[in-house]
């Protein structure tokens, strides 16, 4: 059973390396921007291959957004 990769690492695929824009648990599928012709592509979590994590900037920011979006509003 192999693992969905976080959004925004960089993963290597059949057609190439990429960054993961989309993970869906439910379809199985991992949405991936293509490097050099920024191509989006959909892959199923057996055929890519973690390279490295997302940067610390978007790490930061989507734990950010996830705090603001529990924040009870007035």
Request: aromatic share 4%.
């Amino acid at each position: 059973n192999a693992a969905m990769p976080r959004v925004n690492s960089t993963v290597e695929t059949p057609k190439g390396k990429g960054v993961v824009l989309e993970s869906n648990f439910l379809t199985k599928k991992i949405k991936v921007q293509m490097e050099g012709d920024n191509a989006i592509r959909l892959f199923a979590p057996e055929e890519v291959t973690f390279v490295a994590p997302p940067p610390r900037k978007a790490q930061k920011e989507q734990s950010e957004s996830a705090e603001e979006a529990s924040l009870p509003t007035d």
